[in-house]
């Protein structure tokens, strides 16, 4: 049992930073968005969609610029940059909308040249692999990884959105309670970045 509570010390740490006030304030805001607020806030370019567009740019440059193991860090910036475009759908939502209909948008396959998104995509996630490898932003994952602890708070709240979210779209049709879980889960994203990156507590120097 000792040892089990020496392990735990060790490895991962429960306090509470001043970053987690923000994921605590979004897992709190979920409950309440679902039942008050407009169903169109939950629609594509709409008031989550660009909350979450603001976390994610934050955490991109955030990650840019680090003040430790930059090279993930670049890594994490290239995740991030994929997330915002995807939650743009690519620019699918931003510049192909079915005039006269609400939320509804053409798909790629409706769209000349729609074909060449999924390769782009795919090129891009293969150069973003081979950039982890190459750079060995993975040995400063595991450097992290061996010697900062874990704040524990900051991963349940983004393993919540992650939950939240999937639940949502895969039984429910509720375009708020998806958005806003997926917002919990990006702002989560954002202040881990800010921990690790910025925090001297967190930095694996």
Known sequence: MTKFLDFISSHFDFKLYKSTIFPI?????????VKYLPEHFGYEN?????????????G?????????????????????????????NYGRTVFFAVPGEVNTYYSWKQIKYGWLVNPIIGLYIVAG???FFISKAFVELWNIIKKVKFP??????????????????KTTENFLFEESAELLFYISLTAMIWLYGYNKKFRCE
């Open 46 to 58: 709409d008031v989550l969609e660009n909350l979450q567009l603001v976390a994610l740019g934050i």
């Open 60 to 88: 991109f440059f955030l990650a840019i610029f680090s003040k430790t193991s930059k090279k993930f860090f670049y890594f994490v910036a290239l995740v991030l940059f994929l997330l915002f475009a995807r939650e743009l």
């Open 129 to 131: 692999g081979l950039y």
């Open 152 to 169: 524990v708070w900051n991963i349940l709240l983004l393993i919540l959105g992650v939950v939240l979210g999937e639940y949502a779209e």
């Open 25 to 33: 304030l979004a897992a709190l805001a979920v409950i309440p968005c």
